[in-house]
């Protein structure tokens, strides 16, 4: 069945230093793909999104592109702050599955020091 | 900016006990969902509904488990039986349109945290 696998965590980095969080898939078909990220004590919140292969999704200086030939979708940023420190998940949703549910990664907790 | 909101925010209960979590989806949204996180694990899908049905349901999902729309705006998750097992957050979430939009967009409340002693 399809599914997301994520690098593992915690990533623990400085201020402005650069974030790689590795993500690729096992989907049928071609899945879109999405970022959510969870602030402590918050729920899940889109981050950005790719539709279809070679699309970049950018949201609040994080980027990730749908690389169709290696499936996946890594997460990148130049400069975190602070304030990212958060759970990133990957997720897919199958244009298969009419209902329309996100398979999620297991996730990659962020810690960024000041 | 819409938000789905869930009550309670947390829960604690004994086992054996029945629990009700409430959602309320953003307005004009078609498809519900809830979708369960045990401490440390991935966030796991338990069951979709549009159109007053369940339209697709895990494994997770048994006997024990009931969804519900009773009114124009509350969407629940009722568990039956609980077990220590069931301990975990509960996070609901709604979409204005299915996976054949091409990017189906899930919104997500912030989540009940049910504790089963």
């Known amino acids: 069945g399809d599914s997301v696998t994520q690098m593992e965590g915690p990533v623990t980095l400085s201020e402005e230093a650069c974030l790689t969080i590795?993500?690729?898939?096992?989907?049928?078909?071609?899945?879109?793909l999405f970022w959510y990220v969870q602030y402590p004590g918050e729920g899940l919140q889109l981050l950005l999104k790719?539709?279809?292969?070679?699309d970049k999704g950018s949201n609040k200086g994080f980027e990730a592109t749908y690389r169709k030939e290696t499936t996946s979708f890594h997460l990148e940023k130049g400069s975190v702050q602070v304030s990212d420190s958060a759970v990133y998940f990957c997720?897919?949703?199958?244009?298969?599955?009419?209902?329309?549910?996100?398979?999620f990664g297991q996730g990659t907790e962020l810690s960024v020091k000041p | 900016e819409p938000e789905v909101t869930q009550t309670p925010s947390h829960q604690v209960t004994q086992m054996g006990q029945e629990v009700i979590l409430r959602c309320v989806p953003i307005?004009?949204?078609?498809?519900f969902y809830w979708y369960r996180q045990i401490l440390g694990q991935k966030v796991e899908f338990l069951v979709s509904?549009?159109?007053?049905?369940?339209?697709?349901k895990s494994e997770i999902f048994d006997d024990q488990f009931s969804v519900e729309r009773p009114d124009g705006s509350n969407f629940t998750l009722k568990i039956r039986s609980t077990k220590l097992e069931d301990s975990a957050m509960y996070f609901c979430?709604?979409?204005?349109?299915?996976?054949?939009?091409?990017?189906?967009?899930?919104?997500f409340g912030a989540g009940s945290r049910l504790t089963v002693l």
């Open positions: 979430a709604s979409s204005v349109a299915g996976a054949t939009s091409g990017a189906n967009v899930l919104t």
């Open positions: 590795n993500c690729t898939y096992t989907a049928t078909g071609y899945p879109s």
């Open positions: 790719a539709t279809k292969a070679d």
């Open positions: 997720a897919l949703s199958s244009y298969y599955n009419q209902g329309g549910k996100l398979i």
């Open positions: 307005s004009n949204h078609l498809y």
């Open positions: 509904f549009y159109n007053n049905e369940i339209s697709e």
